[in-house]
């Protein structure tokens, strides 16, 4: 069975030289509105949090704002690691369901009712180990941007195993978060390839 949030990223062949340099620089308004979606999210991950051990059922507009904040933030990371050069749109769809019309493709199935309550009542302490499994090869990811980045400065090309490598860490990432924000109740796989 597939998990219910999953990302693919359509890469250009090439990418401009230059952009390495400049692409943080062009994510400011963008990274600005992603920390106030962000304090917004944890907030109504509180909310969420409790209707769902009280009633079992996660209201859809919290798991459609939820869905919202997790596709942008993907799209902000493979901009800002220079995946693709479409500059991300500032598009708050709050629809669950993939809008469409970028290279990053994030789908996202929230799980709104038959939830398992005592798994969301203790989901901070149940998350560790995907927490740690992220935050692991998180690390790995950061240093292969960090060559990457000067692979596209030098040849305009991602190496495509590390390429694969990136895109599949957003997987993870993906994964982990919807677990994290009460998505769904399916315990995220210790896999870059799920």
Known sequence: MAYPASVTVESPERIANWRPLVHWLL???HLILFEILQHIAWLLNLFGWLAIVFTGKLPKGLADFQSMYLRYSIRLYAYFDFLHERYPPFEFDM???EPGDTPVVVDIE???TDRNRLTVLFRLILVIPALVFTAITGLITAVLVVLGFFAVLFTGRWPEGMRGWVVSWFGVNLRMNAYLHLLTDQYPPFSLDA
């Open 95 to 97: 629809s669950a369901p």
């Open 27 to 29: 994510l400011i308004p």
């Open 110 to 112: 929230p799980q709104l």
